[in-house]
């Protein structure tokens, strides 16, 4: 088993930064992709970002240029800055680990209001 522990999140204005992190630990394997998920009250899960082994991210279209991805293997820990933040940003955002299958954080509210 892998577990997932997420940190970081919080209230900001908007406009303001948080830096979001996930550490893993327990019987890791191969960690070939990290990421983070985000679901906003009423609304479905949607995918943020993901970074596979080599450190190469992706983001989806509502954040890029926004936010950004990296991961450090020596701490097995993902991180996710979250720069120039919205109202719409409002979620509670999931890291995400895929090893031997997925696994999940148990997620951290990140609240964006004035």
């Known amino acids: 088993q892998v577990q997932l522990v997420e940190s970081g999140g919080g209230w900001v204005q908007p406009g303001g930064s948080l830096r979001l992190s996930c550490a893993a630990s327990?019987?890791?394997?191969?960690?070939?992709?990290m990421g983070w998920y985000r679901q906003a009250p009423g609304k479905q899960r949607e995918w943020v970002a993901g970074?596979?082994?080599?450190?190469?991210?992706n983001y989806a279209d509502s954040v890029k240029g926004r936010f950004t991805i990296s991961r450090d293997n020596a701490k097995n820990t993902v991180y996710l800055q979250m720069n120039s933040l919205k109202p719409e940003d409002t979620a509670v955002y999931y890291c995400?680990?895929?090893?031997?299958?997925?696994?999940w954080g148990q997620g951290t509210q990140v609240t964006v209001s004035s």
């Open positions: 970074v596979n082994s080599g450190g190469n991210p």
């Open positions: 327990g019987r890791i394997f191969s960690m070939r992709t």
């Open positions: 995400y680990v895929d090893d031997r299958r997925r696994y």
